[in-house]
């Protein structure tokens, strides 16, 4: 498809043919009554001026093209022609109305004295070719109305387009907002699964870790108790790799899964598993029927591992974590010992992920250092 410079040039130049045609037409005829007595016949010179006229409509330079068809008009009107409708001229008006009449003061200024400029010129055209004064005023009225009407219709149909463009840039804005937008959410998404990875994935890496490590130490001298820590590894595997089975599902759809552990009583498993992996935890965990609203239950739930897998990371292997469940919140605090050098000293993004978990939910997020100790305190609350 032609694109739009292309289209109005090829409008412009079947315009300047029509009124090429039209302007032919008329002075072929002699004019749309009975040609006076003075009037000239159509001549080559006569067809050269009405080409004259009528071509600039198709240039772009649309002061020029009327300054040009003006003249030409005149000089038809001066030699006798009997151009009793300067087609080619009115249509160039129409066309520097709707260029000119939202530009700035002075162009519009000019262009519109150009145009009532045309009307008295006509009326000197006329008497030097001895029309009567009565068949000026005439002329000078119909054509007066004629420009006037050009004029307006030029500046609506400038209106029409400035809103048509307005109207487009809306709505290319609209998509490119639209556009940022979705980016903007895949980049939170991305963040978030980031994030998920971290608490998840860390806090597994970790145990398994542990379990490791005692296994491999404990395989001769306690195959039972090696044997466990294996079957912790299986089992801590298996976990991460259903969360991140769950992870890449949400990848693929935004939509809330039933998997989410909604349930106070996952907070409890969480702390068996770390027990399990070697950190003594001494938990006060009061039972819950409710379930929690599976956003403040999804925070509460990896803040807690989050706060877990420090403390067995970089604290003495030891934990005491306080679980209370209010009317509308629920706080976690967990208090860890630590040692002077820690076991890892990775930087992690941990509690910054945990402020944000809180933060989105219009909780706080309070870690305190000490030199002997590390506590942590999330509250979240909920509806």
Excluded: K
Aim: aromatic content about 4%.
């Amino acid at each position: 498809m032609p694109n739009p410079p292309v289209r109005r040039r090829a409008a412009d130049a079947a315009l300047a043919f029509l009124s090429l045609d039209a302007t032919l037409v008329i002075l072929a005829a002699g004019g749309f009554g009975t040609p006076g007595p003075g009037a000239r016949p159509l001549d080559m010179l006569g067809v050269l001026l009405a080409a004259v006229s009528a071509v600039p409509l198709a240039l772009p330079h649309r002061a020029a093209g009327f300054a040009v068809s003006a003249i030409a008009s005149l000089t038809l009107l001066h030699l006798g022609y009997p151009l009793d409708a300067p087609i080619s001229t009115a249509v160039a008006a129409y066309a520097l109305a709707r260029t000119y009449t939202g530009a700035a003061r002075r162009p519009r200024v000019l262009a519109s004295v150009a145009v009532n400029a045309f009307v008295p010129a006509v009326a000197v055209a006329y008497a030097s070719v001895g029309i009567s004064p009565a068949g000026i005023a005439t002329e000078l009225l119909a054509w007066a109305a004629v420009f006037a009407g050009l004029w307006v219709a030029g500046d609506r149909s400038r209106l029409r387009s400035l809103r048509l463009a307005e109207a487009e840039e809306a709505v290319r804005r609209a998509h490119a907002d639209a556009e940022r937008d979705r980016r903007l959410a895949a980049a939170d998404e991305r963040t978030r699964i980031a994030r998920e990875l971290h608490d998840s994935a860390g806090h597994a890496i970790n145990l398994i870790l542990v379990q490791a490590g005692a296994a491999r130490l404990l395989q001769d001298r306690d195959p039972e108790r090696a044997r466990a820590a294996l079957d912790t590894i299986e089992t801590v595997a298996r976990d991460t790799v259903t969360d991140i089975d769950r992870m890449v599902r949400a990848l693929r759809d935004d939509r809330e899964h039933d998997d989410v552990p909604a349930d106070p009583g996952a907070l409890g498993e969480l702390i068996d598993r770390h027990r399990a992996g070697g950190l003594a935890i001494d938990a006060d965990l009061p039972e819950r029927d409710a379930p929690l609203p599976r956003s403040v239950a999804w925070a509460a739930y990896r803040i807690l591992q989050e706060a877990l897998t420090n403390a067995a990371r970089h604290g003495a292997g030891s934990a005491a974590v306080a679980v209370r469940f209010g009317g509308d919140r629920v706080e976690i605090d967990v208090t860890n010992p630590t040692v002077t050098r820690p076991r890892s000293d990775r930087p992690g993004l941990g509690i910054v992920g945990m402020r944000e978990r809180a933060t989105l939910l219009g909780g706080t997020l309070l870690a305190e250092r000490a030199p002997d100790r590390f506590r942590l305190c999330a509250v979240l609350p909920h509806a």
